[in-house]
């Protein structure tokens, strides 16, 4: 089972980056999928969180009309495209098959994080 985020990199204030994240080993198109991130020394924050078949997409406020979630189950790929990136976007961001439902994922819902699976991270760096 693996889920891989790439696309990250170093991006000034205002910049876009387009993470991508590449399943295999289980049935993607099954599972919802979310973008969580983690800063040095803070907890893990879910930033989107999308369903199986990509009819529902959610966003914690700080991403709302930012950043967009999409997937492509016959590719086994989920993106999140992130503009207008400030330097507190800054963070390594990973995938993950949520176990809990996308309201907790982007903080609609109080709840503790848990995975089926979750994938290595990706760093996004935003210089001001």
């Known amino acids: 089972v693996q889920l891989q985020a790439s696309g990250g990199g170093l991006v000034q204030a205002g910049g876009s980056l387009k993470l991508s994240c590449a399943a295999s080993?289980?049935?993607?198109?099954?599972?919802?999928i979310g973008w969580f991130r983690q800063a040095p020394g803070k907890e893990p924050e879910g930033v989107s969180c999308?369903?199986?078949?990509?009819?529902?997409?959610l966003y914690r406020e700080s991403a709302k009309d930012r950043f967009t979630i999409s997937r492509d189950n016959a590719k086994r790929t989920a993106y999140l495209e992130m503009n207008s990136l400030k330097p507190e976007d800054s963070a390594v961001y990973y995938c993950?098959?949520?176990?809990?439902?996308?309201?907790?994922?982007?903080?609609?819902?109080?709840?503790?994080?848990?995975?089926?699976?979750r994938g290595q991270g990706t760093q996004v760096t935003v210089s001001s």
């Open positions: 993950a098959a949520p176990r809990v439902a996308c309201e907790v994922v982007v903080g609609l819902r109080g709840g503790v994080y848990e995975y089926d699976y």
């Open positions: 080993g289980f049935i993607f198109e099954n599972y919802n």
């Open positions: 999308i369903s199986t078949g990509g009819g529902s997409r």
